[in-house]
């Protein structure tokens, strides 16, 4: 099943610069994991904003949820998910 997510980061200003730094490093080791093994299919930045779309294919509604709570920045997160369908004229 694909899902088009966008997320929208926006992490406390309060936040001491070390926590938000060890957050970051383990989001991103998080991404490259699902990326690497197939889930996380694109990650694309959003130009000019703390944000990004990124298409995921998993096997299920509950499989998205749980993957995504568990993104480091989850809590610093807006997250947007739309399930996507075959379009009728797609060739692809
Ligand atoms: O930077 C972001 O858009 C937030 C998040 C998504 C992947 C990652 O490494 O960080």
Redesign the pocket.
């Known amino acids: 099943m694909l899902f088009l997510v966008r997320?929208d980061?926006n992490i406390p200003h309060d936040l001491p610069a070390a926590q938000a730094d060890e957050i970051?490093a383990r989001?991103?080791a998080?991404?490259?994991q699902l990326q690497r093994d197939g889930r996380?299919k694109n990650?694309w930045?959003?130009v000019g904003e703390?944000?990004?779309y990124?298409l995921f294919d998993v096997e299920s509604n509950d499989e998205l949820h749980t993957l995504l709570s568990q993104?480091p920045?989850f809590p610093f997160?807006k997250i947007h998910v739309t399930p996507l369908a075959q379009h009728p004229s797609a060739i692809a």
């Open positions: 997320m980061v970051k989001e991103k998080y991404a490259q996380w990650l930045r959003v703390y944000a990004n990124s993104l920045l997160m």
